[in-house]
């Protein structure tokens, strides 16, 4: 039970800001918010960010964490190593990734997708430097 209530982070324009792809790549990921979670149970870390990718060769993927990704413009393609299967991933498409999932993302044009991962920070997003908020927040029981 908490004592009080605590605030929310808040982290303004987050998802517009302009990702730029690193020299020779054509895909990147940018977090945006890592927290070690206070989750009593099992904690872990939880990052969030976006994920962008344009057309070039496939870019391989094997979690050791788990993520969630939704996608929200453009297409992004995941071959399913386990299973063979291509999944083309749309606005409004989700997909989770388990520990010991292995992927290969592609597009044929550009995709864009919000996503969520039990891991800390791996890649910080560019352009956000200074944006969060600095609330603390209140104690707890």
């Known amino acids: 039970m908490y004592s ?3 605030p929310l982070t808040v982290i303004k324009g987050a998802g517009h800001e302009y990702i730029p792809l690193p020299a020779g790549e054509n895909a990147t ?3 945006f918010h890592s927290i070690r979670t206070n989750t009593t149970d099992s904690p872990s870390h939880l990052t969030s960010g976006f994920y962008k990718i344009e057309a ?3 870019k391989p993927a094997a979690y050791n964490f788990e993520e969630t990704k939704y996608v929200l413009s453009g297409q992004i393609d995941v071959l399913d190593e386990a299973t ?3 999944h ?3 606005p409004e498409d989700f997909a989770f990734f388990h520990v010991g999932s292995k992927v290969k993302f592609s597009t044929k044009s550009s ?3 919000f996503y969520a991962v039990t891991r800390p920070v791996r890649a910080p997003h560019p352009n ?3 944006r969060e908020e600095k609330t603390p927040p209140l104690s707890r029981l």
């Open 56 to 58: 070039g060769p496939a």
């Open 4 to 6: 009080s209530a605590v």
């Open 29 to 31: 990921v940018a977090d």
């Open 88 to 90: 083309h991933l749309v």
């Open 128 to 130: 956000l430097l200074g």
């Open 111 to 113: 995709g864009f997708a």
């Open 84 to 86: 063979g299967i291509t």
